[in-house]
């Protein structure tokens, strides 16, 4: 066995492990996986995770360190492996994989660039302060809680650092500030989400943006960024304490050329304001009037089945794969052959070769409640990847944030696009049926 290989970074035992193995095995490299604690019923995620992987290790605790990181970094090195560099998909851990990075001699994002985007209020001050957003931001208390509600401007709630879409929700009426105190205190029990909250920033208001939402996937090269992919939110559900972001498509259905040329104009301002020079990135943004805004800027890959979906626009290259190759190939020649290829699907530019594939993505989230029984429907398409992460007999309870059921994946041929992706944004709605007792 080889002993030059990745260093992963798991929370509670999940991450999308496996796909980042198998991407590391098609460039010849072993990985080493370090895990958080998994939760007592995903017990079996750590035999499943040694057996998986060329070296593993655990934590004592449900959210890793960067002790815990150091300590692997020097026993690795000490049993005479190499580390060629450190990735982790879980935004709680992306500090830690940038200082690793730092470590190793690898190009990435600085942590403190990292810091910043996880910062919500942070990053939307310093993007209004230039110009680049017109959306206005305060953090709550019980007294700016109360003076937003009285004023008649829209806007919109949510923690100054959180994933998952937890506590995020507009601000109306009928809420009140023991809505936040409620969530809070579902946070502080949460074992899996709750060191992503540790920072304790506490909640954000900024004004409501109204638009069509999208997400952009982006990887930055040596300081040129390019726009590997733009999902189109087709269908969002703010009507709880989460909002719930149901299907996406892309390529983007209501983008027209003009448009597009104006999207990526603008992502490459952000990044520039941002010195965002490598690494990979899930920028959400809203257009309204021909206006775009930024939502968020996530420094990892989407979540949901946005890689696999990137895969299919690319015919063969996920979104993880990107990610790893931006780690791997860094030396002059290397980089000129990733910006090469990355510029062959970069929307809005004059090297885009549009694709010949569309791809279209649900997420079935859960609602509380025994589940009876889990089935699935067929649609006008066959899909693509389909997922189902609850079993029957589980109890779900009520959460503030999301709670992934499952979600498909499907390839639709470009030029059936038009025929086939109305039909299929409804019939996909069914394409998981849940019975609750
Ligand atoms: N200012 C805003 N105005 C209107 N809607 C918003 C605003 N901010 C966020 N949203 C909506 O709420 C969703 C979740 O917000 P945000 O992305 O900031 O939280 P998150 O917890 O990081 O979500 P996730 O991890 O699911 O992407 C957004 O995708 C968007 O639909
Ligand atoms: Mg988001």
Redesign the pocket.
């Known amino acids: 066995m080889s002993k030059t290989g990745v260093l992963l970074l798991s929370h509670c035992g999940y991450s999308f492990i496996e796909e980042v193995i198998s991407n590391a095995a098609t460039r010849g490299l072993e990985s080493f996986v370090l895990s958080s604690l998994p939760l007592s019923a995903n017990n079996h995620r750590i035999q499943e995770l040694q057996e998986k992987s060329a070296w593993f290790a655990l934590s004592q605790t449900h959210a890793l360190t960067w002790q815990d990181v150091e300590q692997v970094m020097q026993e690795l090195a000490v049993q005479g492996y190499h580390i060629v560099c450190c990735l982790s998909v879980w935004?709680g851990y992306r500090t830690l994989m940038a200082k690793a990075n730092q470590i190793l001699g690898i190009a990435d994002m600085e942590p403190a660039q990292v810091e910043l985007l996880l910062n919500?209020y942070e990053l939307r001050q310093q993007l209004h302060q230039v110009g680049l957003s017109q959306?206005d931001c305060v953090l709550l208390d019980e007294h700016t809680w109360a003076n937003l509600q009285a004023s008649s401007k829209p806007a919109?709630v949510?923690?100054v650092t959180?994933?998952?879409?937890?506590g995020?929700f507009?601000l109306t009426a009928d809420k009140s500030w023991q809505d936040i105190e409620k969530i809070q205190s579902e946070i502080a029990t949460d074992l899996t989400y709750r060191s992503i909250f540790s920072a304790n920033r506490g909640f954000m208001a900024?004004?409501?943006?109204?638009g069509q939402?999208f997400s952009f996937e982006i990887i930055a090269v040596d300081g040129e960024m390019f726009v590997v992919a733009i999902h189109e939110?087709v269908e969002?559900d703010?009507s709880g304490s989460?909002?719930l972001?149901n299907a996406c498509v892309t390529p983007p259905i209501h983008l027209d050329e003009v448009q597009l040329q104006k999207a990526r104009a603008w992502t490459a301002q952000i990044f520039q304001e941002l010195q965002l020079q490598w690494g990979c990135y899930?920028l959400?943004a809203?257009c309204y009037n021909d206006r775009w805004e930024v939502?968020?800027i996530?420094p990892r890959v989407g979540?949901a089945l946005i890689s696999p979906s990137v895969s299919i626009l690319t015919q063969g290259v996920s979104m993880t794969q990107l990610w790893l190759d931006n780690l791997l190939y860094q030396k002059p020649e290397e980089k000129l052959q990733q910006k090469a290829r990355l510029a062959n699907f970069d929307l809005g530019t004059e090297t885009y070769q549009p694709s010949a594939m569309s791809s279209y993505f649900r997420v079935y989230f859960a609602k509380p409640g025994r589940i009876s029984a889990i089935k699935q429907v067929n649609c006008c398409l066959e899909p693509d990847l389909v997922q189902v992460s609850l079993k029957t007999g589980t109890e779900v309870v009520e959460m503030a944030r999301?709670v992934f059921l499952g979600q498909v994946l499907w390839a639709i041929p470009q030029n059936k696009t038009n025929e086939l992706l109305p039909k299929l944004i409804i019939e996909s709605r069914n394409a998981i049926q849940v019975d609750y007792e």
Not at 162 to 166: V, W
Not at 206 to 210: M, Q
Request: glycine share 6%; no cysteine.
């Open positions: 935004e919500k959306v919109f949510k923690p959180g994933i998952a879409s937890y995020t507009p900024e004004d409501y943006i109204a939402e939110k969002i703010e989460a909002v972001e899930h959400e809203r939502i968020e996530n979540g999301e």
